[in-house]
C-alpha cells in the first residue's frame, strides 16, 4: 500500500480533535469514521449493568477501566483468497486508549457468530463482546483492533462464516490496515495478543496459523470455546444431538452450508443439504435478509431435522466436497511456537470441552507452543466461557507485559 504518513497523521489529529460521522478517505484506499468516546463511566457500565443484562447469572467482576477509549470503524481493501484474489472490502475497528503513553499492547479480537450484519465490532453499540473487549483492555491502556469477517459490517459480500482462507485474509489485512494507522499516528505497540470467541475463536486459531507462516510474531493467544475442528463439531450437532445443545445451532447450519455454497463455488449445495420447506429460509439468514427472531420460527430445533437424508448420510464416510473441504478447515493441526490458552466449560451450547481441547492436547502431543486448556467450571455456558476468558487472559497478558 502506498500512503504518506504525514498527511495521514495530520488527518487522523486533525479528525480526532474535530470529529464528524462521515469517513476520512486516505490516499491508499484506506478510510476511518471516527465513532466517538467511551468514557470512563460509559466503559464501567459496560463492566457491570450491561454485563448483567448480557449474562445474569455471571458472578465475575471486573476492575474498574482507567481512562476513555476512543472508538474507529476502518475500512479497507482485501482479497476473497478462495476466489482466485478477486478484490474486495472489509471493515473493522481501531479502539484507542487516551492516554499520554503511545507505547502500548495491542490485542486483535476475532468475533463470535452473529445472526445480523452488523452486529459486529465496527458497529460496537450492537456487539457486547466487543464492547466488554473495550472496557476490559482498551479502558485499561491496551489498543484493541477487531476485524468484522466478509459479508459483515460494511462488507458487501456474502457471509464467509467459518471460510478458512477468508476470514484468514480479513483478519490479516485488518492487522496490517491498524499497523499502518498506528505507526503514522506514533503509536508503537510493546506487544501483540489475539483473543477470539466461538466463531472467533477459531478465527483465532486459523489467523494466528497464518500469521505464523508469514513470521509474524506473537506474543500470546487466547481462544474462549473455539470449534477448533468444524468437520468434527458438525458431525456432532448432527448425528450426535445432546439436551443441552443451543437452539440456534440450526442458524449455524443456514450460515455455514451456504457460506461453503458461495465461496468454495460448490453450486446446489444448500439444495441438496436443505429439506425444500426449509431452503428459503436458510439462504434469508444467509443473506442478512432476516434475523434470527424471525429464522427460528422457520426451521425445526434440531439441524438434523431440516437437512436432507442424502445429506445425512453423505457425513458418514466424509468423502463429499463439502465434507472434504470441512477437513480443511481445522484450527490447530499446525506445530505452533506461540503461548496459546484455551478456554471450555461444563455446560457450553455451542462448543463442547473435547472439540475446546483439542488445539492444547495436539500441541502437547506433538511438542509446540506452550498451549494450556482451561476449565471456566462444570456451570460454565457460552457467554460463560466467554467472560472466564476475557478475565483470565487479561492478567495472563500481562506477565507478558511486565
Known amino acids: 500500500m502506498c500512503i504518506t504518513l504525514a498527511l495521514l497523521l495530520s488527518l487522523f489529529q486533525a479528525h480526532a480533535q474535530a470529529p464528524d460521522l462521515k469517513p476520512i478517505a486516505i490516499p491508499s484506499g484506506l478510510s476511518y469514521q471516527f465513532l466517538g468516546t467511551y468514557t470512563v463511566e460509559r466503559l464501567n457500565k459496560i463492566l457491570t449493568s450491561e454485563l448483567q443484562e448480557f449474562a445474569p447469572s455471571n458472578t465475575i467482576t471486573f476492575p474498574a477501566a482507567k481512562n476513555a477509549v476512543d472508538l474507529y470503524r476502518v475500512s479497507y481493501p482485501s482479497v476473497v483468497p478462495e476466489q482466485l484474489n478477486r478484490p474486495t472490502r472489509a471493515s473493522g475497528l481501531i479502539a484507542v486508549p487516551k492516554v499520554a503513553n503511545k507505547n502500548l499492547p495491542v490485542v486483535m479480537y476475532q468475533h463470535g457468530t452473529v445472526f445480523t450484519k452488523t452486529a459486529v465490532p465496527s458497529f460496537p453499540e450492537e456487539s457486547y463482546e466487543t464492547r466488554l473487549m473495550i472496557a476490559r483492555f482498551a479502558g485499561d491502556g491496551y489498543i484493541v483492533v477487531a476485524a468484522d469477517y466478509f459479508g459483515k459490517g460494511l462488507s458487501e459480500e456474502p457471509d464467509s462464516y467459518l471460510v478458512k482462507a477468508s476470514t484468514q485474509q480479513a483478519c490479516t489485512d485488518m492487522y496490517h490496515t491498524a499497523k499502518i494507522i498506528l505507526d503514522a499516528v506514533g503509536y508503537k505497540p510493546s506487544q501483540f495478543f489475539l483473543s477470539g470467541w466461538s466463531q472467533g475463536g477459531w478465527a483465532t486459531l486459523v489467523f494466528l496459523n497464518h500469521l505464523e507462516n508469514l513470521g509474524v510474531k506473537v506474543t500470546a493467544a487466547a481462544a474462549a470455546s473455539a470449534p477448533a475442528d468444524i468437520y468434527t463439531i458438525m458431525n456432532r450437532w448432527i448425528n450426535n444431538y445432546q439436551p443441552v445443545d443451543a437452539v440456534f445451532l440450526t442458524g449455524c447450519a443456514a450460515l455455514q452450508i451456504n457460506a461453503h455454497e458461495f465461496y468454495y463455488n460448490q453450486p446446489g449445495l444448500s439444495t441438496g443439504a436443505f429439506k425444500p420447506e426449509y431452503l428459503q429460509a436458510a439462504r434469508d439468514l444467509h443473506a442478512n435478509k432476516i434475523g434470527w427472531p424471525e429464522y427460528s420460527k422457520l426451521v425445526p430445533f434440531k439441524i438434523r431435522d431440516m437437512l436432507t437424508e442424502s445429506f445425512v448420510k453423505s457425513s458418514i464416510g466424509g468423502e463429499t466436497p463439502y465434507w472434504q473441504k ?53 456451570t460454565a455456558d457460552h457467554r460463560g466461557v466467554f467472560i472466564y476468558g476475557v478475565q483470565d487472559q487479561k492478567g495472563w497478558f500481562e506477565s507478558f507485559v511486565k
Open 326 to 378: 470441512l477437513q480443511q478447515t481445522h484450527g490447530y493441526r499446525w506445530r505452533s511456537v506461540t503461548p496459546l490458552r484455551c478456554y471450555h466449560g461444563g455446560q457450553d451450547e455451542v462448543t463442547p470441552s473435547y472439540i475446546a481441547e483439542l488445539p492444547a492436547g495436539f500441541q502437547t502431543f506433538i511438542g509446540g507452543g506452550p498451549t494450556q486448556a482451561l476449565y471456566a467450571g462444570q
